[in-house]
């Protein structure tokens, strides 16, 4: 079950759902419209180790927009900082992005109960593709939780995406014991 526009101002209301910047006409019938933020980045390095510590580097979108290219990964961000206590985000694109050929993510859409910070996006394209900061990329929807919750994403120690910025984080796969 997926929530709908009224529930989802009902969880604002209660707390249950923060999302800022928040503008009622980004609100669907059962998502909410998100934006590229103003920065990008790509890794360093050509090959990535996922035992290492990739590094990237950021860029700012300029005003005139910036033309993404096929077979490089841009790492994006949500303009939007969201909280979610009480249920399940999944970031989706919009059918507008992907008939770009944009896509926003690779793997990573669904967020955990207790997740707070800026979505990083995991973005390509499959042709050259001029994208702008603030441009809708995405939705969120919300998915309520069969069952209480033990521990939240915020409150694990070794939570590594909690709290995320308002730029691109790289991956943090070489934090984890393999």
Partial sequence: MILSDKRILEEIAKGTILIEPYDRS???SNSYDVHLGKYLATYKDTELDARKHNTIEHFEIPEEGIVLLPNVLYLGVTEEYTETHAHV??????????RLGI??????????VGF?????LE???KQPVRVYHG??????????VEGEIEVK????????????????????????KF
Avoid at 156 to 167: L, V
């Fill in 116 to 120: 707070c910070g800026n979505w990083t």
């Fill in 89 to 98: 985000p999944f970031l989706e694109g919009k059918s507008s992005t992907g």
């Fill in 153 to 176: 994403y915020n409150q694990k120690q070794n939570a590594k995406y909690s709290g995320q910025p308002n730029r691109p984080v790289e991956s943090m796969m070489w934090k984890n």
């Fill in 103 to 112: 896509d926003i993510h690779a793997t990573a859409g669904k967020g955990d």
């Fill in 26 to 28: 980004s609100l669907g």
């Fill in 135 to 144: 441009m809708p990329v995405g939705q969120l929807i919300y998915f309520p």
């Fill in 123 to 125: 973005i390509s394209v």
